[in-house]
């Protein structure tokens, strides 16, 4: 039986099998939690393995510069702390780029605003007619599939009337003496 968040019962039917089944060697050995990997001890201090000259390690100077965090050069022009909210308010004047790439965008002066949803069609649009040759590019190429009176073994009547190629046609089709090998 199921109880879902909503409050809803959802029950179900066990089969019989389900009720007398044993679970095998196998999976009864995937059940069993793992064992700790040799040499594991379970209540070592992080300490204990340390020698003595790094318990007692002194940093240098640069190291603790190093540790501090970066400051930030700003120009502090008002500074109040207000004892209710634990704000601090800070000025700062930023340069000219930075206010020259904060300034939006100016909108082009041939910009168009967006139209409403519904406009009034115009009267020359309404009666217009369109012509045959439109009406021709407006229609679907019809063409026919490969599987559709497809022949690849059909000849086609240019190759049938075919005759023999001319000799500067033979020229040309042949390749240059100089790529020929052993001939």
Known sequence: MSVHSEGHRTEWMVSAAALKARPSERVCSFALPRMPADGWQPDRTLLDPL???VKNAKPSPRICQLAQPKRVKMLLTHCSVDSSAHVISVS???????????????????H????????PVPDRALKAVDS????????PKTGQA???????????????????????LLELSSPLPRKCKGQ
């Open 112 to 119: 168009a605003l967006a139209r409403p949803v519904s406009w």
């Open 132 to 139: 045959e040759k439109l009406q021709k590019l407006a229609q």
């Open 146 to 168: 490969l599987f559709e009176g497809y022949d690849s073994y059909q000849v086609s009547p240019s190759a049938r009337a075919a005759t023999t190629a001319s000799p500067r």
């Open 51 to 53: 020698s003595v000259v």
């Open 92 to 110: 700062i004047t930023p340069s000219s780029r930075i206010l020259q790439l904060a300034s939006p965008k100016q909108v082009h002066a041939q």
